[in-house]
Each structure stands twice: as structure tokens, then as C-alpha cells.
């Protein structure tokens, strides 16, 4: 399976609501995720799978979300892909986020990935 053809599976799961599946799938033990935004740096499974159970603690409600596009280098193991999330957060107002993952791919699964996004100013409910 290509990077690209991986990439694309990990996005189909995630979109399919199976964001635990495509993590431990494809998520490497020693893996490093890097916010670029904010400097925030994880490192290992436990601390990216604490970091979105948190994020998913925050969520009230999605309302769609989708891939915008996804590309790969295969020469290098590096994969990218542009998505967003129209949500509600808990105590805030709807938003669209935007974002680029880039991962870095070592054995079929990610060692590293670099978060790229926009959190739009939360608009007032109703």
C-alpha cells in the first residue's frame, strides 16, 4: 500500500467515525505530534491519545467535516492532507477550523505530525 493510499485510509476512518481504529492503526508507539499554532509538542501514543480524548471532551456537536485535499511523497514517506470541521464547542459558538496535517510515515504508520490551523472566531449561537 502506497503512502498515499495509506494516508487516504486513515482520513476514510476517521471520516467513517472511527477515530480510535485509525489511531491505533496507524499511529506509531514513539510517534512525536508537533501543534504548530501554539508549540505544543507530544510525545508517544499515550500523550496524542490523552490530547484527543481531551479534544473530544470539548466537543458539543460536529456538524460536518471533510478532506479538501491529500497528497503524498512517496520517495520520502511524508503524506499531507488539508481538512476542516464545522463544530460546536461546549460553552462556545459554532466554527469552522481549518487544517493541515503532515505526516512522517516509518513502517506503515505515522512517527510524526506537524498540525497546521485556523480556529476561526467562534460565531454566537442560534
Not at 491529500?70 to 481549518?98: H, L, Q, V
Amino acid at each position: 500500500m502506497s503512502y498515499l493510499e495509506k494516508a487516504k485510509h486513515f482520513q476514510q476512518l476517521q471520516g467513517e467515525g472511527k477515530t480510535w481504529e485509525a489511531f491505533e492503526q496507524y499511529y506509531a508507539e514513539d510517534c512525536k505530534v508537533i501543534e504548530m499554532p501554539t508549540g505544543v509538542v507530544r510525545e508517544g501514543k499515550e500523550a496524542q491519545r490523552a490530547a484527543i480524548k481531551e479534544w473530544f471532551g470539548m466537543v458539543e456537536e460536529m456538524h460536518g467535516g471533510g478532506v479538501k485535499s491529500i497528497t503524498a511523497n512517496e520517495e520520502d514517506g511524508t503524506t499531507c492532507c488539508e481538512t476542516w470541521f464545522d463544530i460546536t464547542f461546549k460553552g462556545g459558538g459554532r466554527t469552522k477550523m481549518e487544517e493541515v496535517g503532515v505526516q512522517k510515515w516509518r513502517d506503515g504508520q505515522i512517527v510524526e505530525e506537524r498540525f497546521y490551523y485556523n480556529a476561526p472566531p467562534q460565531q454566537p449561537k442560534g
